[in-house]
């Protein structure tokens, strides 16, 4: 293979062979709104649920839920990139978000359950008061945003790396993606993205393993990236955990047991289950889902890089695998872009509830609506769908602003498990004081860069601590409690 491909310059021939992908994405798309018609039918007969899908789900159809919500763009495209520098440890991004998954499982999945509350918002109302309802609410709204902003700028780039035959800017890929992965959530809600995640899920499996056994042994990337590792020994390639070190595993594994038991996109799946074995077992079966896709788009990474070392990070990948045959290549599109689609359909139902249930109906404009529950929550996913895109149109900073707004979910977390766990202890005021305070984590972050030398430039650690004290030190002094 010559690392003198280059996808921008192609000929006619070449473009014919990319409508191949292209065509694979679209027969895909094509089936993705066939269910989704198919479960709006189905949902007309219970508006209500049309968002939460409560109570519908058995084990496995919860778990290619929670496994579709963890895998994404960050944890396919992102770790391939990521492996140029730290090796294979780069997949322990997955592992982590399997570790947080796990950790809900056996933490919070049946208290949140038995609690009857539907929305992280509604339970911190009832337990910590209005005032932290209110800045839980934003704190939702800013994290779930971000992630579903992310979703749309990873699927455009996507497909513009691997059809810059088809689409003429990454704008234009973006574009075709917010309004694919909107009109899923759109038109079929909750349940459609759950019973959807069956084909997301088995899609990702496909592409990823024939594209990695393909790059792998019939392009030579095992040899050369073996050969890479031992060329350049200060750089881990090959080591699991070297790349990354403790201190960034650890840190992606608090940040993720935060995301995964308060973040509305993710406590809500728990909901959707049958039963709460179904619910338990089904997180933990998604957990498993999860692993292998990490560390194997960890390891195309690196073959990227020794098969491609004048390329860059985000340009190798690609270029290896539009030199696939095409169906290959087109399996592996559709399922790098089916992990972003899984991602971003369920965190746009997730920020929807939150927009719904918490900020909409409990105005008295919204009352007003309460018998068109369907309508309304059809009207609400297009309204955010349009404003997260609208975010990812804007600045690389913007969205970087985004990544650091998902460690709020450590504070959430303390709120969340404080007040469900230990009611006795969580005192009324730690709610508002906990959130307010990861607010201003972030904010000493950005202007204090000396903060992360001390915690190991992990804003996990960071908040951790800072969250950890506010939460315990407001709930011993105030004297009212949660229970």
């Known amino acids: 293979m010559q690392s003198t491909v280059n996808l921008q310059n192609n000929t006619p021939g070449d473009l014919q062979m990319f409508n191949i992908p292209f065509i694979i994405v679209l027969v895909y798309v094509a089936l993705l709104f066939a269910l989704s018609i198919f479960m709006s039918v189905k949902a007309r007969r219970d508006g209500e649920n049309f968002l939460l899908y409560k109570g519908k789900n058995n084990m496995w159809l919860t778990a290619v839920t929670i496994a579709g919500l963890a895998i994404g763009g960050a944890s396919t495209i992102g770790i391939a990139e990521n492996a140029f520098t730290k090796g294979l440890s780069a997949g322990w991004y997955d592992l982590a978000w399997a570790i947080g998954a796990v950790v809900c499982s056996l933490v ?10 539907t929305t992280i918002s509604e339970m911190t109302r009832n337990m910590y008061g209005t005032a932290a309802e209110k800045i839980m609410i934003v704190s939702m709204i800013i994290i779930q945003c971000g992630i579903i902003a992310l979703q749309y700028k990873a699927g455009g780039s996507i497909l513009y790396s691997l059809l810059p035959g088809v689409f003429s800017d990454v704008k234009t890929a973006t574009l075709f993606s917010f309004i694919i992965f909107m009109l899923i959530a759109f038109v079929g809600g909750m349940g459609s993205v759950s019973v959807s995640n069956i084909m997301n899920i088995t899609l990702i499996y496909v592409g ?33 955990w070297e790349g990354m070190g403790v201190s960034g595993i650890l840190g992606w594994i608090v ?3 935060g995301n995964t038991n308060s973040v509305q996109g993710a406590v809500q799946i728990a909901l959707t289950s049958r039963s709460d074995k179904d619910a338990v077992r089904g997180f933990q079966i998604g957990a498993l889902m999860m692993i292998p896709v990490g560390f194997l788009c960890a390891l195309l990474g690196v073959a990227s890089k020794a098969l491609y070392p004048e390329g860059a990070a985000s340009t190798a990948l690609p270029v290896i695998l539009m030199s696939l045959p095409a169906g290959i290549a087109g399996l592996t599109l559709a399922g790098l872009w089916a992990a972003d689609m899984s991602t971003a359909c369920s965190m746009l139902i997730g920020l929807s509830t939150t927009c719904s249930r918490d900020v909409f ?4 404009f919204g009352k007003r609506f309460e018998e068109k529950t369907f309508l309304v929550n059809k009207i609400i996913i297009a309204i955010v769908g349009t404003v997260t895109y609208i975010v990812s149109t804007q600045f690389t900073s913007i969205l970087g602003a985004m990544q650091k707004a998902l460690s709020l979910a450590i504070g959430t977390s303390f709120i969340v498990l404080g007040g469900l766990l230990f009611p006795k202890f969580a005192g009324k ?55």
């Open 108 to 117: 919070l999945v049946k208290k949140l359950r038995a609690s009857g509350y």
């Open 429 to 483: 005021r730690a709610g508002f004081f906990t959130i307010l305070a990861s607010i201003a984590c972030i904010i000493t972050w950005s202007l204090f860069p000396a903060i992360g030398k001390v915690f190991f430039n992990q804003i996990g650690f960071y908040m951790l601590v800072v969250c950890g004290i506010v939460f315990i030190a407001v709930s011993l002094l105030d004297k009212e409690k949660v229970a």
């Open 255 to 257: 940040v993720m047991c």
């Open 208 to 240: 990823v393993i024939v594209a990695t056994f393909v790059v792998l042994f019939n392009e030579g990337g095992w040899d050369a990236a073996v050969a890479m590792a031992a060329a350049n020994p200060d750089v881990p390639y090959m080591s699991l």
């Open 361 to 364: 109906f409990k105005t008295k």
